[in-house]
């Protein structure tokens, strides 16, 4: 193994700091203080380049944000002075001025465009509601353990990791396997399998440990419906948002995403 790679293959092996995505959070809200700051203290010629810089970023962003908010714009051209031909005098010019394409907000985008769901806003579950500290070591001084009190999905072939490696602990009691899922077309509702968590709204984490909370979308085994594509293929999987608060009901209420 490279010399450089040492924390690359910790993060696969044991993934990233309980706390890590909120302190990212937390630093790029801090960010724009930190360059203002910097902006009004700086002298001399490091200000002026500085500046220059800033200037430079903030106009590429109000270009890239102007065409996005254009989508195609038709712009008639001026027709020069001068003798034309006979067969272009009854032509319009037209250039079409194409979106510049910003891959990452266009993926953004898409990602917040894809599903119309029943339950557009959720209220956010936070860290405390969801984990119980436990308290672990000879004299109970360590306190990285977390227990999950929400019901998750774990998957068919999930073993545990042994109990001193083992940092979220997902009980049995609140593993789901089913969801009741209503299709809103037919109006009746069907017991069906869970194939996995798609997104949790309301923390990365949650849907990387399967957590199952209300306004979560999920991926359920419709193959039983025996719903079929436009080219005659029988679809495995499609999406489904929960409705309810499981933990409160003992099972999880789901309506699919057609």
Known sequence: MPQNEHIELHRKRHGRRFDHYEKQKKKEGRLPHILSKKAQTLRGIKAKLYNKRRQNEKIQMKKTIKSHEEKETKQRQEVPEGALPAYLLDREKQSRAKILSNTIKQKRKEKAGK???????????????????????????????????????????????????????????????????????????????????????????????????????????????????????????????VTNHPENDGCINAVLLV
Not at 196 to 203: I, Q
Request: hydrophobic share 40%; net charge positive.
């Open 115 to 241: 599903w119309d769901v029943p339950i557009p806003k959720v209220k956010a579950v936070s860290e405390a509601e969801v984990f119980r500290v436990v308290q672990s070591g000879k004299r109970r001084k360590k306190a990285w353990k977390r227990l999950v009190t929400k019901p998750c999905f774990v998957g068919e072939g999930f073993t545990r990791k042994p109990p001193k490696y083992e940092r979220f602990i997902r009980p049995m009691a609140l593993r789901f396997t089913k969801a009741h899922v209503t299709h809103p077309e037919l109006k009746a509702t069907f017991q069906l399998p869970i194939l996995g968590v798609k997104k949790n709204p309301s923390s990365p984490l949650y849907t990387s440990l399967g957590v199952i909370t209300k306004g979560t979308v999920l991926e359920v085994n419709v193959s039983e419906l025996g719903m079929v594509t436009q080219g005659g293929k029988v679809v495995w999987g499609k999406y489904a948002q």
